[in-house]
């Protein structure tokens, strides 16, 4: 195995433990780990929102310095 294609397959397994663990957590109900998950990302999704526009306000409030390059 080459060094290049041992980070995929380690992220892959991780991602197949997850998933595992995910379907695991809801007792092996695919239906009920989808909708999981969809409410979990909508969460996510929510908190990033909020972040954003925390981060807009502070911007243009100007404690933020804006980069110059």
């Excluded at 195995?1 to 109900?29: F, H, N, Y």
């Excluded at 990033?48 to 807009?56: G, H, I, P, Q, R």
Aim: proline letters at 1%; glycine letters at 8%; a negative charge.
């Amino acid at each position: 195995m080459s060094s290049s294609s041992q980070p995929k397959s380690e992220a892959g397994d991780e991602l197949e433990t997850a998933v595992d663990q995910a379907i695991s957590a809801c007792g092996g109900d695919m239906r009920a780990t989808i909708r999981a998950l969809i409410v979990a990302n909508e969460y996510l999704e929510s908190e990033v929102a909020e972040l954003m526009k925390a981060v807009s306000h502070a911007y243009a409030r100007g404690r933020f310095n804006s980069y110059s390059g």
